[in-house]
């Protein structure tokens, strides 16, 4: 307990650091109050929205304001998919290609056209959201207009949140996009956890002290998952400068068990919708399709999570193998004079690299999958969906993620003004840098 005092006290002694907790805050309290105001023209006692599936997953994010019809409804998300789309053309177009390495004037340039496509996307998903999700009984004012102005309050309303999450990441701390996604879900932890021990009532205590056990050990293990890597080994030949001997140095190459982050599980998630859509198309006319659209109707069916491990498993293999390049890495190791002991510069190191992650990669992907339907099988054992959500999956995910990037940002500062760190031994570690922008 004197640790922890101690620690507090010297993060409040550094000025900067202090302004840069203020500040989030700050920023956090304005996102919340935004996301708790409804669109003018609707009457918020006739809303009955209930999203499943992936506007389920999109009102998590979002910390309840999608189905409360908010001035936030859209939050960042168009933003995140924006930028998604963003980096995989980089991936595959050469135009983005030599943008992206023409240094800061480039990621500036990219940066411009996110944002145009920001706003694209918010208009298209603003009408979207306005014609499927707002009952006519609930609104107060004629249609038409309604339409108009919430198609400016909502594309307004997303742009807000991504200057607040630029804000975040230039005056507080850690990625600004990432806070504002973790504070919506952990904003609706307080009432999962209250609904819980409400339906488990005065004899269901030790159930729910249980269920809290476990779902400890889940954001252990959601932890492990995101921190293991698998290091390889390089070496640096001696180099020699006029009278100096440079290099000679031993450094290892981190790879990460789950270098996909949450990305298989988002991708996952919006396909899962096409096997009830065909089926629905056919169900009148067999009972198989019938059969089909009823299984995979429920999250918590065996068909609907086997299929939703797979999806998982494949796409993680397929995102790690756009984002991380072994040629490029074996070409940036042979310029810069290092070399894996015992492999040959040139293709035989980049083949070594692709095989150790191919090996890493699969169990990273079970592990994943497996912390994807958890949700699934604790709605199985009696809990409830609000509560059950915290027991893996995406938001999971999330909150581990930007929680640890918080903290090593914390932990920075500390070591830098020779205070000591956050922990005894060892030092916190982040995600990496194109894991903590994914999301």
Same mark, same amino acid.
């Given at each position: 307990?004197?640790?922890?005092?101690?620690?507090?006290?010297?993060?409040?002694?550094?000025?900067?650091?202090?302004?840069?907790?203020?500040?989030?805050?700050?920023?956090?309290?304005?996102?919340?109050?935004?996301?708790?105001?409804?669109?003018?023209?609707?009457?918020?006692?006739?809303?009955?929205?209930?999203?499943?599936?992936?506007?389920?997953?999109?009102?998590?994010?979002?910390? *309840?304001?999608?189905?409360?019809?908010?001035?936030?409804?859209?939050?960042?998300?168009?933003?995140?998919?924006?930028?998604?789309?963003?980096?995989?053309?980089?991936?595959?177009?050469?135009?983005?290609?030599?943008?992206? @390495?023409?240094?800061?004037?480039?990621?500036?340039?990219?940066?411009?056209?996110?944002?145009?496509?920001?706003?694209?996307?918010?208009?298209?998903?603003?009408?979207?959201?306005?014609?499927?999700?707002?009952?006519?009984?609930?609104?107060?004012?004629?249609?038409?207009?309604?339409?108009?102005?919430?198609?400016?309050? =909502?594309?307004?309303?997303?742009?807000?949140?991504?200057?607040?999450? $630029?804000?975040?990441?230039?005056?507080?701390?850690?990625?600004? #996009?990432?806070? #504002?996604?973790?504070?919506?879900?952990?904003?609706?932890?307080?009432?999962?956890?209250?609904?819980?021990?409400?339906?488990?009532?005065?004899?269901?205590?030790?159930?729910?002290?249980? $269920?809290?056990?476990?779902?400890?050990?889940?954001?252990?293990?959601? %932890?492990?998952?995101?921190?293991?890597?698998?290091?390889?080994?390089?070496?640096?030949?001696?180099?020699?400068?006029?009278? @100096?001997?440079?290099? *000679?140095?031993?450094?290892?190459?981190?790879?990460?068990?789950?270098?996909?982050?949450?990305?298989?599980?988002?991708?996952?998630?919006?396909?899962?919708?096409?096997?009830?859509?065909?089926? *629905?198309?056919?169900?009148?006319?067999?009972?198989?399709?019938?059969?089909?659209?009823?299984?995979?109707?429920?999250?918590?069916?065996?068909?609907?999570?086997?299929?939703?491990?797979?999806?998982?498993?494949?796409?993680?293999?397929?995102?790690?193998?756009?984002?991380?390049?072994?040629?490029?890495?074996?070409?940036?190791?042979?310029?810069?004079?290092?070399? #894996?002991?015992? %492999?040959?510069?040139?293709?035989?190191?980049?083949?070594?690299?692709?095989?150790? =992650?191919?090996?890493?990669?699969?169990?990273?992907?079970?592990?994943?999958?497996?912390?994807?339907?958890?949700?699934?099988?604790?709605?199985?054992?009696?809990?409830?969906?609000?509560?059950?959500?915290?027991?893996?999956?995406?938001?999971?995910?999330?909150?581990?993620?930007?929680?640890?990037?918080?903290?090593?940002?914390? $932990?920075?500062?500390?070591?830098?003004?020779?205070?000591?760190? =956050?922990?005894?031994?060892?030092?916190?570690?982040?995600?990496?840098? $194109?894991?903590?922008?994914?999301?």
């Amino acid at each position: 307990m004197n640790r922890l005092i101690s620690t507090f006290k010297n993060i409040f002694s550094i000025d900067e650091l202090r302004g840069r907790i203020l500040n989030t805050l700050l920023f956090i309290t304005a996102f919340r109050l935004g996301s708790a105001i409804v669109l003018p023209g609707v009457d918020p006692n006739k809303l009955n929205l209930n999203p499943q599936g992936l506007l389920g997953l999109l009102d998590t994010f979002l910390g *309840g304001a999608f189905s409360k019809a908010s001035i936030f409804a859209l939050g960042i998300m168009p933003y995140i998919s924006a930028s998604i789309a963003i980096q995989l053309l980089t991936l595959a177009l050469p135009y983005f290609q030599k943008m992206q @390495k023409e240094g800061e004037s480039g990621r500036k340039r990219l940066n411009q056209i996110t944002r145009v496509l920001t706003i694209a996307v918010t208009a298209v998903q603003a009408i979207t959201y306005i014609g499927t999700t707002i009952p006519n009984e609930a609104l107060l004012i004629d249609r038409g207009l309604f339409t108009i102005s919430s198609l400016f309050i =909502l594309t307004s309303g997303t742009i807000f949140c991504m200057w607040l999450g $630029e804000r975040i990441t230039d005056k507080g701390i850690g990625n600004g #996009i990432s806070m #504002i996604i973790m504070i919506g879900i952990v904003s609706r932890l307080p009432g999962a956890i209250i609904g819980e021990q409400q339906s488990r009532g005065s004899g269901g205590i030790l159930i729910f002290v249980l $269920e809290l056990v476990a779902l400890y050990f889940v954001v252990m293990g959601a %932890v492990v998952l995101t921190q293991a890597v698998r290091r390889i080994p390089i070496q640096y030949a001696k180099q020699v400068i006029g009278n @100096k001997v440079v290099g *000679g140095q031993r450094q290892y190459l981190p790879l990460k068990l789950n270098a996909a982050g949450v990305m298989p599980i988002i991708f996952a998630q919006a396909l899962m919708f096409v096997p009830t859509y065909l089926a *629905g198309v056919f169900a009148e006319k067999s009972d198989f399709a019938a059969n089909v659209q009823n299984a995979f109707s429920s999250y918590t069916s065996w068909q609907y999570n086997v299929l939703f491990a797979l999806l998982i498993i494949v796409f993680t293999f397929f995102y790690t193998a756009i984002s991380v390049n072994p040629v490029q890495i074996a070409d940036d190791m042979k310029r810069s004079g290092g070399f #894996i002991p015992g %492999v040959k510069p040139g293709i035989q190191t980049s083949d070594y690299i692709g095989t150790v =992650l191919d090996r890493i990669t699969l169990p990273g992907a079970v592990m994943l999958a497996i912390v994807a339907i958890l949700p699934a099988i604790a709605n199985l054992f009696g809990m409830t969906s609000g509560f059950a959500q915290f027991f893996g999956g995406t938001s999971l995910l999330i909150m581990v993620g930007v929680v640890l990037d918080t903290l090593q940002q914390v $932990e920075s500062y500390l070591l830098m003004r020779r205070y000591e760190g =956050l922990m005894k031994s060892g030092r916190v570690q982040g995600r990496t840098s $194109e894991t903590a922008a994914a999301v």
